[in-house]
């Protein structure tokens, strides 16, 4: 594995604004010491995300290894109608669902070979889920708290989490890890700018996270200093 438990080759979904510019244009490029290659993929299309593997691919096959990191960033929390418990609209919830949860089953089983390249090498092999503080129905339940009156935002991402327990008891026999990760509440356009935490700092404290990751970690719903979060 990689001694700075990164690796040379990340790939980051939604990377073009927010957290995703912060760690791919800062923190991970640091500390992987290779050069940023912006790659288009929209993971609500199927077509879209072969192609984003097969342009990953071509980069990282001159390396000699496969991809370390994975970061599944890409996201959406609708803040108009149908977005509550008791005036769903059916459509809304499942623009939720295809973003933040079927689209990044679907990211990751296509890029889940050149992980496992990554493995195989003896390298860093990471899946990173970007989930929520919201997506702990155990915390709902507590709080009583739903930010901008968003149901589906927090359900799709407890199918998130449950979704990275899943492919972590998949593939256990490796030593690949994913985890389940929260960023903190940051100033971003989903965010908002009342949210607490810049970009720089969340995306400071996870690339620290990544690069700590060990196997023990895998299938775990973290916060961006590795606490455990209630599912």
Same mark, same amino acid.
């Given at each position: 594995?990689? =001694?700075?438990?990164?690796?040379?080759?990340?790939?980051? !979904?939604?990377?073009?604004?927010?957290?995703g510019l912060g760690?791919?244009?800062?923190?991970? &490029?640091?500390?992987?010491?290779?050069?940023?290659?912006?790659?288009?993929?929209?993971? &609500?299309?199927? @077509?879209?995300?072969? =192609? /984003?593997? /097969? &342009? *990953?691919?071509?980069?990282? =096959?001159?390396?000699?290894?496969?991809?370390?990191? $994975? +970061?599944?960033?890409?996201?959406? $929390?609708?803040?108009?109608?149908? +977005?509550?418990?008791?005036?769903?609209?059916?459509?809304?919830?499942?623009?939720?669902?295809?973003?933040?949860? !079927?689209?990044?089953?679907? !990211? #990751?089983?296509?890029?889940?070979?050149?992980?496992?390249?990554?493995?195989?090498?003896?390298?860093?092999?990471? +899946?990173?889920? *970007?989930?929520?503080?919201?997506?702990?129905?155990?915390?709902?339940?507590?709080?009583?708290? +739903?930010?901008?009156?968003?149901?589906?935002?927090?359900?799709?991402?407890?199918?998130?989490?449950?979704?990275?327990?899943?492919?972590?008891?998949? @593939?256990?026999?490796?030593?690949? @890890? #994913?985890?389940?990760?929260?960023?903190?509440? @940051?100033?971003?356009?989903?965010?908002?700018?009342?949210? #607490?935490?810049? *970009?720089?700092?969340?995306? =400071?404290?996870? /690339?620290?996270?990544?690069?700590?990751?060990?196997?023990?970690?895998?299938?775990?719903?973290?916060?961006?200093?590795g606490n455990p979060?209630?599912?």
């Open positions: 594995m990689a =001694s700075n438990g990164v690796g040379m080759n990340i790939f980051i !979904t939604g990377a073009n604004r927010g957290i760690l791919e244009l800062k923190e991970l &490029q640091n500390k992987s010491g290779s050069p940023v290659k912006l790659i288009q993929i929209d993971v &609500q299309n199927d @077509v879209s995300i072969i =192609s /984003a593997v /097969a &342009q *990953v691919d071509k980069v990282i =096959s001159a390396t000699g290894g496969g991809l370390n990191v $994975l +970061i599944n960033n890409s996201g959406i $929390l609708d803040k108009s109608g149908g +977005i509550g418990a008791t005036h769903p609209d059916r459509q809304v919830y499942a623009r939720h669902f295809d973003v933040n949860a !079927t689209g990044v089953a679907m !990211t #990751t089983a296509a890029f889940l070979p050149l992980i496992r390249r990554a493995n195989v090498a003896g390298q860093a092999a990471k +899946i990173i889920n *970007v989930s929520s503080q919201l997506g702990s129905t155990a915390n709902l339940k507590s709080s009583g708290a +739903i930010f901008g009156g968003n149901i589906i935002y927090g359900m799709s991402k407890a199918a998130l989490n449950h979704f990275t327990t899943g492919l972590s008891v998949e @593939v256990k026999d490796t030593n690949i @890890v #994913t985890i389940a990760l929260c960023p903190g509440w @940051v100033r971003t356009d989903m965010g908002g700018d009342t949210a #607490t935490l810049s *970009v720089e700092e969340s995306a =400071s404290a996870i /690339a620290k996270l990544i690069s700590a990751l060990k196997k023990e970690h895998s299938g775990m719903y973290l916060d961006r200093f979060i209630n599912y």
